[in-house]
Structure formats: structure tokens, C-alpha cells
């Protein structure tokens, strides 16, 4: 009786999840395009959008190749219907494939079909992509492009793309992204793989799954040309091998398009994709092989690496005649750190400013003073330890890279080297690429979370922006006489804008800075003596001071804007919609002051209100205060941020926040002539 009602439950289980998976598919067929399919428009949840991704489709298994081992097949089928002329641009594609040194495996591309639907005079008319117009695009050794554009793309246009692609790198499964710069209203990615395979699934983003199923079915392998010693311990005439094999689904519906937007790292870490890491092998009837390294691995390797460790021990006996005039002077090991930084620093020039590996070699480093950012802090690590000096290679990612893992060594997510030198017991973070940088001080681009330090057992740390705060301070002293306003303005710069400023006037000169501020005030200001101090002290920020003038000629009333340095032009946050979190570089801390002897016969006519404004409570504020008495009028006007990253469901406040901060700089005081004079 028991077993009849388990029975009977399963039955109807099975029932229940019959209909319920016949509904969920795409709602169109692929090759049967009707009339009705043109008066697609855009999407109620993305009204923007210049083009629609009606349907992307993809499909990975795991299979035998043709070399007695295995590989994946990957299909993919794509719809998209071209709203407007700008939407052409989604029917210009790439596909990239990878292709490894030597004979160790290749990726093809196989069967691209895209066709071209118009409707012309009632009828819909197709036109086929061509293998001519396939262009081949060679980015590395590693990496080329299938690059093409689809024919006779117009307005109104419904495009069909289906490729296939076979692969021998089993190591990273071929990834899928739900979304992208266009709406996509069905978006569905399967796989299947034998259960003698282990991966590892990395998932980001934040739109939920419509469709998220897996289940196991019996498989069948036949494998050829190969020997049992080589792949699944099987036979040189060939073999089967049978078992479960593990299919997963998912689907994600009405996916709305993601663009760049003000204070973003990369929309690499934001977009909902999910990414694939073969982690273990487990040949049938043996012990499981682990494929994915841990990071004592990872520290091995790279120190034994021709283009990395090995960079360093090629040059570790050579260094001493270089390195002993330049610590001459140098007292302390802190001193002579210094000293050998400064000298990397303002001696070698960094010509490529990512990679993991060396790009010229530290031998041709010291021949030719130019190398990527690899060859000079390794250089600079080597000469450390020339002079005993603690020091180890740091790995990580730029903030437009993209974010690392921090339990996976993922080596594809690192693109940067700086170093860590132990000094006096304290632990000082290096970077000698770039030429604006102090002793101990990174780019900001450098604070993207988790690094890692090549020690023997790396150690992971962390570079947070929440870490970092940047402090602006402007004060502007002016007094009227009966015609003009005349004083002097100082801003003390953050260090961060200060390592900016130094870049652009390496780049453009001094004057440029000078001439964007006469642009910014308008023709009715002058600006003389201007000077820029701590120019060259690379461990200070910088400060840039200026005479203004304003000439008010015999007018009556005077419209004053008292915020001479505003903190910001315009409001970052111009969509009204963020699907994702606000990234900002560091924790703000801006204060602006006024002290402003009124000309001789005006009055106030009009002041702007006072205002102070918290944000979240106590994540931060604005205050505005401002005060006439004895014919002086003074203001202190502050915007602090106590935190650099916002969640998405932050962005309406943050967004109404410097609005209303942008609002209150533009307003002005008003003067008038007092009667009589």
C-alpha cells in the first residue's frame, strides 16, 4: 500500500512537470520569420533601446574529439530585430576563438549561417551572409576574431545568426551572458557534461532566473585513436565509455540592456553571466586529478616562469653596480628604499600599463628604459632585494579589468604587478610605472578589492576605495572696491586629483590648467599670478593658487555666484534608472570657503538660503552656510561622503543628493547699488 502511494505521487509529480516545461521555450521558431515579426517594438521595460535581442540561444556538451580525448561542441542561434538606424550596429558581430601553442588543441568555427529578413512590397525577403564577407582578425598568438556584418541590414530588419563551434580547452568551459547592450527577451544557455568532470560555476549578476534546471542522463561515449594510458585508460583501436552525464539549464526573460555609467569600474562585474572553471577529472575506475591549481601552485609556477620569476634571478648577480651609487646617500633601509623607487620611477618608462608577464625582459629593460608595467616592478623588485630588502610581487586586477576571485586563482582575471617591500616592520605597497606616483602611494586604478602577494603561501589583501579618502580644500578671499572684485584663490588638491593634475601637465603643461579655468569662469573674470606648488614633491598633493578679478563695471545690481570652485559641473547620475551599484573611486571630503569684503556702496539684495542635508543618515552630508554681517559676507559650503561604493538601491538617494547639491552652487547672491551713491 506504501509503495502504491509513492507510486502514485511520482505519477502525478511527473504529470505536473510535463505542461509545465512545454510552456517554457522561446515563443518563436528560428528559420520561419512571418509578417507579423516586423511590427516588433521596443520593449516596455527598455523603451530606449535602438535594436532587440528577440531570442539568443546557446548549447555546450562535452564530447570526444578527434584526438582520443575530449572537447565541447557549443551551438548558439540568435534573432534581432533592428528598431532604428543606430540599432544596425547589433548585426555587426565577433566571435572570438582560441588556439593554443604548438599542437596542445584548436577551436574551429563551424556551420555560420545569418540571414538578413526585410519586408519588401508584402514579402519577406532574405538575404545570406556570405563566407567572404567572414573577416579574420588576429589579436594575440592566442586569440582571433570571426568578425562579419550582416547584409543588407536597414530599419525595420530581422536578423538570424546560428554558428557552432568546436573546442579541445576543456579548462574553461565556454562562458554565457544574459545580457548585454541590448534588450534580449528570451535568453537560454544549456549544458551538458559527463559526470567524470568537475566545474566549478561562477554566477554574477542580478536579474532572476525564469528557468534554472538540472537533471542526469545516461550517455554513451565512443572515443578513437587513442591508448587507455592517454585518455580514460582505454584501448589504440578505441573504446566506449558509458555513464551520467549532468544537463543544466537556465533562462533568463526580458533582460534589459546594460551601459556604462558615471562612477562604474567595468560592466564586465555587473553583467549576468555565468562563467565555467574545470576544477577536477575523474577517469572512471581511478583516483580523481585535480586541474585547477591552488595558489602555492600558482607561486611555483610563476617563480619558475621564463617571463616572470625566472626575470628576476636572471639579473639578481648583475644589479650591484647599478644599484650601489643609487643608495649612496642613503642612510636607513627606508631611505635607500626610497632612493631605488625614485630611481625605477624617474629612469624607466612604462609603455604598456597591464600583463602578467614580462613584455621586454629585465636584461632589456636595463638596455632600452622601456618595458610594460610587468618589467618595471620586477626591475624594481629585483634592486630591493639586491639590497636585502623584504619584497614580494603583487598580483591584481584594475578596477577596469574587472574583479579577481578570491578563492579561485582565476590567472585570466589578473592584468597588473606592483610589489610589497617590507620595511622597518612596516609593509609599503609600490608602483613604479607610473611617473607621478610617491613612494608607497598606488593609482586608484590599482583599488579593485582582492590582490594577491607571491609569497611561498600568497596572501590575499585587499584594496578597497572605501579605504581611501580624498580631501579638497578651496578658500577665496575677495574684496570690492567701487568697480571690481579682486582676490585670491587656493585649492589644496586630494592626493588622487593631484596625481591627475601632474599627468596632465606632463602632458599638456602647466598652462593648460591655467587656460580650462579662464574658460570655466567666462570673459567677465581675469586670472594672474597663478602658481602651482609641490609640483615636483610627488609624496604631497598639490596646491594651485590664482588672483581673480571681476570687473562690475556701473551696473546697478550684481549677480555673484559666491561658489567660485564648485565641486561638481553636473550631476553624475543622468539615467533614471541603475540596475547596478554606484563605484566610486574613494570616500569624498570637499570644503569650499568664502570670505568676502562686499564692494564699497552695494548691499545685499538677495541671499541664498542656508541648507544642510544628510545622506542615508550617516553616510554623509552637505552643508551650505552662509552669512552676511558688517559688509562681509562669508561662506562655508562642504559635501562629505563617508563611504566610495553605493548598492543599486541607493541610486534614486545619491542621485537626488547631488542634485540638490548641484542646485544650491548655482545659486547667487544679488547685489545692488544702495541709493544715492
Not at 241 to 256: D, F, N, T
Not at 306 to 318: A, M, P, R, T, Y
Not at 426 to 431: I, N, R, V
Amino acid at each position: 500500500m506504501r509503495l502504491g502511494i509513492r507510486l502514485f505521487l511520482f505519477f502525478l509529480a511527473c504529470c505536473g512537470a510535463v505542461p509545465s516545461m512545454a510552456q517554457e521555450k522561446a515563443s518563436f521558431k528560428f528559420g520561419k520569420v512571418s509578417e507579423a515579426d516586423f511590427n516588433m517594438k521596443a520593449p516596455a521595460f527598455d523603451t530606449g533601446a535602438h535594436a532587440v535581442i528577440v531570442g539568443d540561444i546557446g548549447y555546450s556538451a562535452v564530447v570526444p574529439n578527434s584526438d582520443g580525448g575530449f572537447g565541447y561542441e557549443y551551438t548558439r542561434k540568435m534573432r534581432i530585430k533592428i528598431l532604428d538606424k543606430t540599432g544596425v550596429e547589433a548585426g555587426k558581430l565577433d566571435i572570438p576563438l582560441y588556439n593554443a601553442d604548438g599542437s596542445d588543441g584548436k577551436e574551429e568555427l563551424n556551420s555560420l549561417k545569418a540571414v538578413t529578413y526585410n519586408l519588401e512590397g508584402g514579402k519577406i525577403v532574405g538575404t545570406e551572409l556570405e563566407k567572404k564577407d567572414v573577416f579574420t582578425e588576429k589579436l594575440t598568438k592566442n586569440w582571433q576574431l570571426k568578425k562579419f556584418s550582416m547584409p543588407a541590414m536597414k530599419e525595420g530588419s530581422i536578423v538570424e545568426i546560428s554558428f557552432s563551434i568546436k573546442s579541445d580547452f576543456l579548462f574553461e568551459f565556454r562562458s554565457w551572458a544574459f545580457q548585454g547592450g541590448y534588450p534580449v527577451l528570451w535568453s537560454e544557455y544549456e549544458i551538458e557534461v559527463p559526470d567524470f568532470y568537475d566545474y566549478v560555476y561562477l554566477m554574477q549578476g542580478y536579474l532572476p532566473f525564469h528557468i534554472s534546471t538540472t537533471k542526469e542522463v545516461s550517455r554513451t561515449y565512443h572515443i578513437r585513436g587513442a591508448s587507455r594510458s592517454d585518455v580514460l585508460a582505454g584501448q589504440s583501436q578505441g573504446f566506449t565509455v558509458s555513464g551520467m552525464a549532468l544537463q543544466k539549464r537556465w533562462v533568463v526573460k526580458e533582460s534589459p540592456s546594460l551601459k556604462m555609467e558615471s562612477f562604474t569600474t567595468t560592466l564586465n562585474n555587473h553583467i549576468s553571466k555565468i562563467e565555467f572553471q574545470l576544477s577536477s577529472f575523474r577517469p572512471p575506475n581511478s583516483a580523481p586529478q585535480m586541474i585547477m591549481e591552488n595558489w602555492a601552485k600558482v607561486y611555483e609556477k610563476l617563480m619558475e616562469n621564463e617571463d616572470f620569476g625566472l626575470q628576476i634571478q636572471k639579473v639578481s648577480g648583475s644589479l650591484d653596480d647599478l644599484v650601489k651609487p643609487v643608495v649612496a646617500k642613503a642612510g636607513t633601509p627606508l631611505d635607500r628604499a626610497k632612493q631605488i623607487f625614485a630611481y625605477v620611477r624617474d629612469n624607466y618608462s612604462c609603455v604598456a600599463r597591464q600583463g602578467r608577464y614580462t613584455m621586454t625582459g629585465l636584461r632589456q629593460l636595463l638596455k632600452t628604459k622601456s618595458g610594460n608595467v610587468v618589467d618595471i616592478n620586477l626591475l624594481l623588485t629585483a634592486m630591493l632585494k639586491a639590497q636585502n630588502i623584504e619584497v614580494y610581487p603583487v598580483l591584481l586586477s584594475t578596477r577596469d579589468h574587472g574583479v579577481t576571485h578570491q578563492i579561485y586563482p582565476l590567472m585570466g582575471r589578473f592584468n597588473y604587478v606592483i610589489c610589497l617591500a617590507v620595511v622597518d616592520g612596516m609593509e609599503f605597497l609600490l608602483d613604479a610605472s607610473l611617473p607621478e606616483l610617491g613612494f608607497g602611494k598606488l593609482d586608484v586604478s590599482c583599488y579593485n578589492g582582492h590582490a594577491r602577494v607571491l609569497t611561498k603561501d600568497p596572501e590575499p589583501i585587499n584594496l578597497a576605495t572605501d579605504s581611501l579618502l580624498e580631501r579638497r580644500v578651496s578658500m577665496a578671499i575677495l574684496s570690492g572696491s567701487e568697480k571690481a572684485i579682486t582676490g585670491t584663490v587656493q585649492s589644496n588638491y586630494g592626493y588622487f586629483q593631484s596625481i591627475d593634475e601632474r599627468a596632465r601637465i606632463r602632458n599638456k603643461g602647466e598652462k593648460a590648467i591655467f587656460d580650462e579655468l579662464k574658460t570655466n569662469f567666462g570673459s567677465d573674470y581675469a586670472i594672474s599670478n597663478t602658481r602651482i606648488d609641490s609640483l615636483k614633491l610627488l609624496d604631497e598633493p598639490i596646491k594651485i593658487t590664482y588672483d581673480l578679478s571681476f570687473n562690475m563695471g556701473e551696473e546697478d545690481i550684481i549677480y555673484f555666484n559666491p561658489v567660485l570652485q564648485r565641486f561638481y559641473n553636473e550631476n553624475p547620475f543622468k539615467s533614471a534608472v541603475r540596475r547596478y551599484p554606484v563605484e566610486m573611486p574613494y570616500r569624498r571630503d570637499e570644503t569650499y570657503i568664502l570670505n568676502f569684503d562686499l564692494p564699497k556702496g552695494y548691499e545685499v539684495e538677495e541671499l541664498p538660503k542656508s541648507a544642510k542635508v544628510a545622506f542615508n543618515e550617516n553616510e554623509g552630508f552637505f552643508e551650505y552656510l552662509i552669512t552676511v554681517q558688517e559688509g562681509k559676507l562669508q561662506l562655508r559650503t562642504r559635501v562629505v561622503l563617508n563611504q566610495a561604493n553605493f548598492p543599486a538601491e541607493d541610486y534614486d538617494s545619491l542621485r537626488e543628493f547631488f542634485g540638490f547639491v548641484i542646485k544650491k552652487q548655482e545659486e547667487q547672491v544679488v547685489l545692488r547699488k544702495k541709493s544715492g551713491k
